[in-house]
């Protein structure tokens, strides 16, 4: 239960050797890069950005090569294939598809360049179809459309807007100068836009014929066509036709590369490798000879570290612990179980420097609440029986994933515990099943007592867990303070909040206000009575004095001391938000009640058993599936607002250590 | 005069009316405006569909909690399985002013609720890794629906009927 202890790692080692170091420190994983000495004279960092985008470039070409397989040859996947995690590979793999890139990559580019000559002949396609669909009305003609006449006549070949009659055009004319005798206009084809014609006349009335049709907003063919249209379309449908055999073969080339799933990934993530080398080696001071790397490595990865690289390199080695000043990364070391909410630890914010790790703490109050609020036996049996299944069967998925699921199985298991206190299972569903099938109710009893009976009870428990959980935090910061060696601030800032709220709580218990609540009179001896009111009186009047003790004006620092008993209130509403456990796990037994009782009334018989069945499926999926979100958002908010807000201030940055980050696979590590 | 003694019963199913109703109506306003920021973002980013759904249930719950005092309305004046209890008008009334608190609290704080998750389903777009805050925004405009909850349901328990 801890924040690993950080050293600061330098190493000055032989410029040859920096590229096997650099490789060897990836290959380890654990040190974070921090440079020193960067503007010291005689250094200077090597450029490697081109390097690092050629590798780049060629990563990049072989995730696209693996889009194109994956859209032409797809694997199949099922649902949860996204937790089976990365392969894993033996080093020896990765160095033969290093040995092969050349290859490879060759393939990749081709397989880019098939598909991008799959897409352009698609695109062909589409807009010969276009040509088609435009030349479509014209079918029924039996001449070239471009055809202009023959010697004596001429024809116009062309289209007007479909308000246009053939009437309006032979009347318009009428009124030419002179009157084109003869013509013949005839319709090829119509539509609620338009209308398609040829126009014959002789070709000497060409001209004003011509202008006559324009006026009347004539237009003329926008493609030059040299044959019928006919012919035409037998033509764009011979070249559509060839374009589709392109596009087969091209893809059934592609289909013959699917052998070269694995390879591709290998080399994607080979040059991936090595972009990130480069990207580091260029941050590297180096004089003529000489290179320096510096950064943060976990104390109890420094040991392993200097046997990889001391003992094997002519370079020296240093040790530093962390300065006073600097801000180190942190890393978390917790148990199986508690290390499974570092997630929501992450989420808030890590522990900065010399700050206390409250995972642990955090990870019995997490998995206690969430089981209360969700409580019933059934769903938590569900929960944890999933997650163990999914965490059983793909071991390799990724480590956020991986934890998280282990808090959801835990945080199943206390539900399920809960569950069996307040006797719920799905519900109701004993009872409403015995009930309704049977004929004769049958209870499963509770182990502690049924909520719903006596809320009241549930509430003041509730709150007494809350008065701990909050008290626990409290206590945090006291130890932190303590730890620093401020004695005073945690006499002034722990001690008396402790007297005083302790004092309140003692004078509060024997009340008939609680005995209202609680429906118990709970009677103390007058020497807890007297000591409970000196308790109160101590804290509130040293919190009045102490508080604004930085102050040196006297009035001031008693307003201040004023001012800080007000946050009673705020202790006050933060013990009241745990009244969330009792209205969030009763809001999961009613609902599931409601279930039980829309589904019982089928009646009996095979009708009532089918629509019982259905109802009880479909509502409990919908019930544990909001309680669920209900249950982990206001379990963390407990966490995150109550607890965290006693204690906490997080703001530390995650340990990043340079390292291979892959895509595809997982180099298996060699000793 | 016979009718307005009568109407214990009705004075107690419009409580659980208005607990369902207004709390619900509060979650439909709040879920509808969440999900006009959650559809936007996945537009753009499909890969974010899980967490902006999460984000746009969260103002869902106001109508479970007015669901759930209607429920325990409609049991306690044995409305749910066997017959209606007899019961005089101040006892209905009670019981109406009892299931007030989740009704028209849940109205209003879905409605705010369905605004501050919009705000959050942005923070998700944006900065994805900030999920974990992010969700405790809307989070916070939730408490003041669970303390009408719980005042709800603790008065509808204490009344005798």
Not at chain 1, 139 to 162: R, S
Not at chain 2, 62 to 75: A, K, R
């Amino acid at each position: 239960m801890a924040v690993l202890q950080m050293q600061r790692i330098s190493i000055c080692g032989l410029k040859k050797d920096r590229k096997a170091i650099l490789e060897k420190i990836q290959t380890l994983g654990v040190m974070e890069m921090s440079q020193i000495a960067e503007d010291e004279e005689g250094f200077e960092k090597m450029d490697t950005v081109n390097a690092r985008q050629t590798f780049e470039k060629r990563a990049q070409a072989a995730d696209q090569a693996l889009a194109v397989l994956d859209a032409y040859v797809p694997v199949k996947k099922s649902l949860l294939s996204s937790l089976e995690g990365k392969k894993l590979v033996s080093s020896d793999e990765i160095a033969r598809a290093a040995d092969e890139k050349q290859e490879i990559i060759r393939k990749a580019n081709l397989l880019i360049t098939k598909s991008k000559e799959i897409a352009e002949a698609k695109a062909n396609i589409q807009k010969t179809e276009n040509q088609i669909e435009a030349l479509t009305p014209w079918l029924t003609l039996d001449v070239p459309m471009n055809y202009e006449g023959t010697k004596k006549t001429a024809l116009f070949i062309g289209t007007v807007a479909a308000e246009v009659t053939p009437q309006m055009l032979y009347d318009r004319l009428a009124q030419a100068e002179p009157v084109p005798d003869g013509t013949d206009i005839q319709v090829v084809y119509s539509d609620k836009d338009m209308l398609c014609l040829t126009v014959l006349c002789l070709r000497k009335d060409a001209e004003t014929v011509e202008e006559a049709l324009r006026s009347c907003g004539f237009a003329r063919p926008s493609q030059v066509i040299t044959n019928t249209p006919a012919r035409q379309k037998a033509l764009y449908e011979a070249e559509i036709e060839k374009l589709n055999k392109g596009i087969k073969e091209a893809e059934d080339e592609i289909r013959g590369y699917a052998d070269s799933r694995k390879d591709l990934e290998l080399v994607s993530d080979y040059f991936r490798t090595r972009a990130e080398k480069y990207e580091v080696l260029g941050t590297l001071p180096q004089s003529q000879r000489t290179f320096v790397m510096s950064g943060y490595v976990p104390r109890r990865y420094v040991r392993a570290l200097s046997k990889a690289i001391e003992e094997k390199y002519d370079c020296v080695f240093d040790i530093e612990d962390i300065k006073e000043d600097e801000e180190p990364p942190t890393l978390l070391s917790n148990n199986s179980f508690s290390s499974s909410v570092e997630g929501v630890l992450e989420s808030y914010g890590l522990p900065h420097k010399g700050e206390f790790d409250p995972t642990t703490i955090m990870s019995f109050f997490y998995v206690f609440f969430f089981g209360m609020m969700l409580s019933d036996a059934a769903y938590g049996a569900i929960i944890a029986i999933a997650c163990y299944v999914v965490l059983k069967k793909f071991p390799r998925m990724g480590e956020g994933m991986h934890k998280s699921l282990k808090m959801f199985m835990f945080c199943g298991v206390s539900t399920m515990v809960w569950g069996i206190l307040f006797g719920g299972y799905f519900g109701n569903v004993v009872d409403i099943v015995s009930e309704v099938f049977f004929g004769k109710a049958v209870t499963v009893p509770a182990l502690w007592f049924i909520p719903l009976n006596d809320p009241m009870r549930l509430l003041v428990y509730s709150l007494a867990f809350g008065v701990v959980h909050l008290f626990v935090g409290l206590g945090i910061k006291g130890y932190m303070e303590l730890k620093d060696g401020k004695v005073l601030d945690f006499f002034c800032d722990v001690v008396l909040w402790f007297a005083f709220l302790i004092g309140l709580i003692l004078m509060l218990l024997p009340t008939d206000i609680f005995a209202s609540i609680a429906q118990t009179q709970i009677v103390f001896p007058p020497v807890l009575n007297t000591i409970a009111k000196a308790l109160a009186i101590i804290g509130a009047v040293g919190l009045v004095l102490m508080s604004g003790r930085e102050n040196k004006n006297p009035v001031l620092r008693i307003a201040l001391g004023a001012y800080d008993i007000y946050n009673i209130t705020g202790w006050l509403s933060d013990v009241l938000s745990y009244s969330r456990l009792l209205a969030l796990g009763l809001a999961t037994g009613v609902i599931a009640s409601v279930v039980n009782q829309m589904g019982s009334m089928f009646g009996k018989g095979i009708v009532g058993v089918i629509g019982f069945a259905l109802v009880f499926v479909v509502g409990h999926t919908l019930n544990l599936a909001i309680n669920l979100l209900g249950a982990y958002v206001h379990t963390n908010r407990l966490q995150f607002v109550e607890f965290f807000g006693k204690f906490y201030e997080g703001g530390g940055k995650p340990f990043e250590p340079f390292k291979s980050d892959t895509k595809y696979v997982d180099i298996k590590e060699e000793n | 005069m016979s009718i307005w003694s009568n109407l214990g019963l009705v004075y107690a199913l419009l409580g659980a009316a208005v607990a369902v109703f207004l709390a619900g109506a509060g979650s439909a306003i709040g879920v509808g405006i969440a999900g006009q920021a959650a559809a936007g973002v996945v537009t753009e980013d499909p890969s974010k569909f899980a967490k902006v759904l999460i984000m746009q249930l969260l103002p869902g719950t106001q109508g479970i909690y007015g669901l759930l005092v209607g429920f325990i309305t409609l049991s306690k004046v044995g409305l749910l399985g066997g017959g209606a209890a007899e019961l005089d008008p101040q006892t209905g009334l009670l019981i109406l002013a009892a299931c007030m608190p989740i009704g028209i609290v849940g109205l209003i704080s879905g409605k705010y609720q369905g605004m501050t998750s919009a705000a959050s389903i942005g923070i998700v777009a944006k900065k994805p890794d900030q999920f974990g805050k992010a969700m405790l925004f809307p989070a916070m405009v939730e408490t003041y629906a669970i303390l009408a909850l719980l005042i709800s349901i603790l008065a509808v328990n204490a009344v005798q009927i």
